[in-house]
């Protein structure tokens, strides 16, 4: 068995044809996919599957199975590079040495995110936590500046689950676009908001003094969001300036 992931040109063909393509902020190739319109293709039947999702359910592996795909279509597409990034044995995607990406799913959502001029990249998808949810976990996700922004800017543009739903979200986007410095999980209460803007919807977000250090990460981090009917896309990426 190959070392990586085989992917024939008419599958990857055929996810990225219904894919749609997201804007999120220039310089990040991201699309879309609605893992619904996938069933007919039947990828789990046709790809061989990594080590990381061989016990599986089906739902679980034509989710990773897509996901993988679509990156490699956009890799393609967008940097024309034929290489393929999903390892057999290797549980994280393994990018070419100049291109960033990062994947994410929720339900039946799945979007990809590509770079080829990247300092930090991370995206995520979630559908909207309930008001149950958000009462119950917020002490886990909230900081105590982050419940205060809520209380005075915040609770003038999202109700609190929305806002909850936010912040977990721009928080999972963060700890995959820091993950290749880090190479560990940070707990959600060691990272906050530091400035928000939801008439542009971006923000900015920072690491305690000791995680900083710890893994020397930077100062401060880049990030914003999209809101749909019945979900929430975060990113936190920077481009390199070359000027």
């Known amino acids: 068995m190959s070392n990586y992931l085989y992917i024939p040109e008419q599958i990857s063909t055929s996810i990225y044809e219904i894919s749609n393509p997201i804007f999120f902020t220039s310089e990040l190739f991201c ?9 007919h293709l039947y990828i789990n039947q046709q790809l061989e599957h990594p080590l990381k999702i061989a016990q599986a359910c089906v739902d679980r592996k034509n989710e990773y199975l897509c996901g993988r795909v679509l990156a490699q279509a956009v890799l393609n597409h967008h940097f024309g590079l034929d290489q393929p990034i999903t390892s057999m044995h290797e549980p994280l995607p393994i990018w070419p040495s100049h291109v960033l ?55 003038d543009f999202l109700d609190f689950a929305h806002y909850v739903s936010l912040i977990f979200s721009i928080k999972e986007s963060l700890y995959k676009a820091v993950y290749p410095t880090a190479k560990q999980y940070i707990d959600f ?40 009917q019945d979900h929430i896309m975060t990113w936190v990426f920077q481009a390199r300036n070359f000027a």
């Open 101 to 155: 990406g990062s994947i994410s799913h929720s339900q039946n959502k799945l979007i990809v995110a590509l770079s080829n001029n990247a300092i930090y990249l991370g995206i995520d998808i979630e559908h909207w936590v309930t008001s149950e949810f958000a009462q119950e976990s917020a002490h886990l996700i909230l900081t105590p500046s982050e419940f205060n922004l809520w209380k005075s800017k915040a609770a």
């Open 31 to 39: 699309y879309g996919l609605d893992l619904s319109q996938t069933m």
């Open 189 to 228: 209460l060691e990272a906050s908001i530091i400035d928000i803007n939801f008439e542009n919807q971006t923000l900015t977000l920072t690491f305690l003094p000791e995680i900083q250090h710890r893994y020397q990460l930077l100062e401060r981090y880049e990030g914003g969001w999209t809101i749909e």
